[in-house]
């Protein structure tokens, strides 16, 4: 089983940046895809960023676009999120997901392993 631990989150001024690190337990995080979301008080899970195993077809939300960047160490069995001139509206939970599934990677009913999520509040 995977085991994710995410890190890096906190509290910052609007226009800052973060950047959160989600480690993995097992190396067959260097097969799986990743993502990140993130679940704000009383909203629902949402996508926020995904990268493939080889660290291609990168994908984001629209409201993060410009401003987020995913990457990922295979060696280190570690997947970032780079997240730069926060916004408010960015206060949530940020969680990092795994997967061995293609397609529906945007879901998060798609992610088979979650980390235990860091907190970002980013005050105006």
């Known amino acids: 089983q995977v085991q994710l631990v995410e890190s890096g989150g906190g509290l910052v001024q609007a226009g800052g940046s973060l950047r959160l690190s989600c480690a993995a337990s097992?190396?067959?995080?260097?097969?799986?895809?990743m993502g990140w979301f993130r679940q704000a008080p009383g909203k629902e899970r949402e996508f926020v960023a995904r990268?493939?195993?080889?660290?291609?077809?990168?994908y984001y939300a629209d409201s993060v676009k410009g401003r987020f960047t995913i990457s990922r160490d295979n060696a280190k069995n570690t997947v970032y999120l780079q997240m730069n001139n926060l916004k408010p509206e960015d206060t949530a939970v940020y969680y990092c997901?795994?997967?061995?599934?293609?397609?529906?990677?945007?879901?998060?009913?798609?992610?088979?392993?979650w980390g235990q999520g860091t907190q970002v509040t980013v005050s105006s």
């Open positions: 997901g795994a997967t061995t599934r293609y397609l529906g990677t945007v879901q998060a009913d798609s992610y088979d392993y």
């Open positions: 990268i493939r195993w080889n660290g291609g077809n990168i």
């Open positions: 097992e190396r067959t995080f260097s097969t799986s895809t």
